[in-house]
Antibody
Framework: EGQLLESGGGLVQPGGSLRLSCAAS????????MAWVRQAPGKGLEWVSI????????IYADSVKGRFTISRDNSKNTLSLQMNSLRDEDTAVYYC???????????????WGQGILVTVSS | EIVMTQSPATLSVSPGERATLSCRAS??????LAWYQQKAGQAPRLLIY???TRATGIAARFSGSGSGTEFTLTISSLESEDFAIYYC?????????FGGGTKVEIK
């Protein structure tokens, strides 16, 4: 199923920026859509963004559209999330997740990173 | 946006008993539904996809059923490691959405 390891989280002030990274291993990274899912403290799961395996397609939740940018480097097996104009409500554990199948459609996730905490606070 | 509603919010069950968790979609998602298990401090783990297909390595006591707007996750005989929060997720349309979760706790 693969291994995923997030990095780059931390404390940032409202209005600030942060870049998350996710290092992928033990699967053919370039063949799979990849996503970010977040979880605010004590809350449920919220899908944030997804990127197609060939980078051409990126989709965002309305809550982050225009502020967050998902990207990937298939040569380095790395997924990234650039987060700008951060708000208090962006405070969450951010997970990177691998789509379960190479085939189009059915965007469920069979492998997740351990998560990285992003805290937006003054 | 498709809203996913899970019930009950909390389910109290004794080890060895059967647990039945429900997930309802605000519009049809066909069979494009997944279930995840999350334990405290851990990432979610995929249990079921396509509404009824067990993911790799998932025990046979977990089963999923349903299509359209009504779905069920059944744990046939609860074991101690099954006490956790369970989420459903629709993958029919954008944005992808999760239910609010059902916490399965020890009775």
């Amino acid at each position: 199923e693969g291994q995923l390891l997030e990095s780059g989280g931390g404390l940032v002030q409202p209005g600030g920026s942060l870049r998350l990274s996710c290092a992928a291993s033990e699967f053919t990274f370039r063949n799979y859509n990849m996503a970010w899912v977040r979880q605010a403290p004590g809350k449920g799961l919220e899908w944030v963004s997804i990127i197609g395996r060939d980078v051409a397609v990126t989709i965002y939740a309305d809550s982050v559209k225009g502020r967050f940018t998902i990207s990937r480097d298939n040569s380095k097996n790395t997924l990234s999330l650039q987060m700008n104009s951060l708000r208090d409500e962006d405070t969450a554990v951010y997970y990177c997740a691998k789509k379960g199948m190479e085939a189009p459609g059915n965007n469920w996730f069979d492998s997740w990173g351990q998560g990285i905490l992003v805290t937006v606070s003054s | 946006e498709i809203v996913m509603t899970q019930s009950p919010a909390t389910l109290s069950v004794s080890p060895g008993e059967r647990a039945t968790l429900s997930c309802r979609a605000s519009q049809s998602v066909d069979n494009n539904l997944a279930w995840y298990q999350q334990k405290a401090g851990q990432a979610p783990r995929l249990l079921i996809y396509d509404a009824s297909t067990r993911a790799t390595g998932i025990a046979a006591r977990f089963s999923g059923s349903g299509s359209g707007t009504e779905f069920t996750l059944t744990i046939s005989s609860l074991e101690s490691e099954d006490f956790a929060i369970y989420y459903c997720q629709q993958c029919k349309s954008w944005p992808l959405t999760f239910g609010g979760g059902t916490k399965v706790e020890i009775k």
